[in-house]
């Protein structure tokens, strides 16, 4: 939720922070605003509206300062309008701030503050934050207050120590315009490392172009930035030394391509995806490793529960790991939405192992319910797309889907790359436990060595899906029903349907049907059914056929030769083992959405309410 971009050097701050904000404004999108400093004084430009509606704003072009803050919002505390847009100041304009995440007591701040004469603009929690600095670097302690080189720091120290919550916040002075402070808690930080010059984002992408070195800021840590010297500091203000990472990412792989979107040029990239995150994890006649993980036997032996636990699509793609999981190793797995597991005190001990699902590894429910397992002694697994994200660097195991940055807010090759990964942790486990006869483990690593290929030719069939989208695009109601790893499949399909088009849309296990949803089946509404499952196909296609008794129109998605039915679509998909079947069964219906957006002339890209990084409970 939120992105930030900083900038300080010797060049222009504006062309570097819009830059910046338009490959953020995934993380949100409904206000947007600058602030540089202008000959020692702060100018803020910001408005409602998506982030190319900055360039409009009078004096937008005259900005000329080298030291600026910027911000992409998603609204949580104040509808989106200018006043509540970020930067916010304080009451002297002499602070500038832009903050994401939630703080929780703002309320109490803002009494405190305004019991002190402070008057308050907006609607927001976050203005509460420069004037709290205002206040502790006019009225601080007097260690504060006395050492003139740390007064920025420490007033900025003093105020984030009052805030609950979660925070990710930059903040620029025209009192000491040669430094940027930033801070972070629960909440993505970056910082970009350049020659005379250095950078700060929400996320690498947004900034990859100007530098591959980077600091991850962690939690409750400080640092003070100016355009040759990055300094880091604790919570009690006591200075440390920091590794710099190098980010070796193609700044290219995060643009369209040629692409007319972020969606559709990431469902063509799942071949690759795929590929990459089998990399050498695997070979035919070689057991399954990890670079960077190692499980022994002795641990695996004794974990006798495995949770398994994300949000949105990566909790779909956890479905599947359940399946692999249970059937090749048998240990009892059970799939939960994080912000559920956090607050339901599950069972877990140290026998439990908990694996975590997050796309971009900032999820804030997500990283809640890892902490939480942590404190109940279990060991925990991340699996990410991002190198040195939040949830990695709490796990006690991390591997990466290495899908290359997913921009567009609908997850799609981050679904497929983590149910490869997860087949590929499952055949991991099971070679450790020897739980599953190898052969079938070698005939599995022979379909997933496929997938990539068999990816390509559901592709090749685009056209397909698009025909039928013209024809269902302005419908109300969508049903997906499927049976095992087809009604995962389902699940998925129905949300990117939600997502980007808007339309509503139900998945159901397809026995389930008759026991209440068929009730809503009527003249015209559409169903898609899938079915890849061999031993399954007899009992779907009769609850296919129940729907269309009762007026449904049919799409089928299938790897099977099915009898001579009824149907009113049928969109082949070639064969592969049911283990693995979501990896295919999903891109028609990635496919289905994506056009139906379309033809309804919406932004699939940035669908409304939605952002792409929940980093907000
Ligand atoms: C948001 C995104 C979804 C994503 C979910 C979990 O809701 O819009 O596409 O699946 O967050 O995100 P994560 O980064 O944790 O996988």
Redesign the pocket.
């Known amino acids: 939720m939120c992105g930030i971009v900083g900038y300080i050097g010797s060049g222009k701050a504006t062309p570097i922070l819009m830059d910046g904000l338009l490959s953020l404004e995934y993380r949100g999108y409904d206000s947007a605003g600058i602030a540089t400093l202008e000959k020692n004084k702060i100018v803020v430009m910001k408005d409602k509206g998506r982030v190319k509606n900055l360039y409009e704003l009078e004096g937008m072009n005259d900005l000329a300062g080298t030291v600026g803050i910027a911000h992409t919002r998603w609204a949580t505390h104040g509808k989106p309008s200018k006043e509540n847009s970020h930067p916010h100041m304080d009451n002297s304009n002499s602070f500038a701030v832009v903050h994401n995440g939630i703080i929780e007591n703002y309320a109490d701040l803002k009494d405190f503050l305004t019991s002190k004469g402070y008057t308050f603009y907006s609607q927001t929690d976050t203005e509460v934050i420069p004037n709290l600095i205002h206040y502790y670097y006019t009225n601080g302690p007097v260690s504060i207050l006395e050492d003139g080189k740390q007064k920025f720091l420490g007033a900025v120290k003093s105020a984030i120590y009052d805030l609950k919550g979660s925070y990710a916040i930059e903040v620029i002075s025209s009192l000491c315009p040669e430094e940027m402070i930033v801070v972070r808690k629960d909440s993505p930080l970056v910082i970009g490392k350049g020659m005379s010059e250095n950078f700060v984002a929400s996320d690498i992408p947004a900034i990859l172009k100007y530098t591959k070195d980077f600091y991850l800021l962690d939690d409750n840590e400080f640092a003070v930035i100016t355009k040759d010297t990055i300094h880091f500091y604790d919570n009690s203000l006591i200075e440390h030394n920091k590794s710099l990472k190098n980010i070796d990412w193609d700044a290219n792989a995060a643009g369209k391509d040629g692409y007319e979107d972020f969606m559709l040029k990431e469902i063509y990239e799942q071949p690759t995806a795929v590929r990459e995150t089998i990399g050498s994890r695997f070979h035919l006649g070689e057991k399954c490793s990890f670079d960077d993980v190692a499980i022994s036997k002795e641990y695996l032996s004794k974990v006798n529960k495995i949770y398994i636990v ?7 793609a956890g479905l599947s790991g359940k399946t692999l999981i249970e059937k090749l190793c048998k240990i009892p797995t059970v799939v939960d939405i ?1 912000s559920e597991f956090r607050y339901r005190d599950p069972l877990i001990d140290e026998n439990t192992l908990c694996i975590y ?7 804030a429910d ?1 990283i809640a319910a890892l902490k939480l397992a942590k404190s109940k002694g279990a060991k925990t697994l991340a699996i ?3 190198i040195g994200s939040s ?1 990695t660097r709490e796990a006690d195991y991390s591997i990466y889907t290495h899908a290359g940055p997913e921009i567009a ?3 799609t090759k ?2 497929t790359s ?1 149910v490869v990964l997860l087949a590929i942790l499952a055949m991991y486990f099971a070679e450790i436990l020897g739980s599953y006869p190898q052969e079938e483990i070698e005939k599995l690593k022979s379909d997933i060595i496929d997938l990539p290929t068999k990816i390509e030719q559901v592709l090749d069939n685009t056209e397909e899906i698009k025909n039928f989208a013209k024809k269902i695009y302005t419908e109300k109601d969508m049903f997906f029903l499927g049976r095992g790893t087809d009604y995962n499949a389902s699940l998925e399909g129905s ?1 990117k349907l939600k ?1 980007i088009s808007y339309i509503h849309s139900e998945a159901y296990a397809a026995g389930e049907l008759k026991h209440g949803p068929i009730a809503l089946i009527e003249n015209g509404v559409t169903v898609v059914g899938i079915i890849t499952n061999p031993d399954l196909v007899e009992k779907t296609i009769s609850n296919m056929q129940e729907v269309i008794t009762r007026g449904a129109k049919t799409l089928i998605i299938t790897n099977q030769i099915l009898p001579n039915a009824n149907f009113d679509y049928v969109v082949n998909i070639p064969d592969t083992n049911p283990l693995v079947s979501p990896i295919l069964s999903v891109i028609p219906m990635q496919l289905l959405s994506y056009y139906i957006s379309k033809f309804k002339g919406l932004d699939v890209d940035k669908p409304r309410n ?5 980093t907000v409970e």
């Open positions: 994300a949000c949105g699509t990566a909790m779909h994080a699902i997050s796309q971009s590894g900032e999820t997500t990410s797309n991002v949830i807010v609908a997850s981050a679904y983590q949300l997502e939605l952002a792409k990084s929940v």
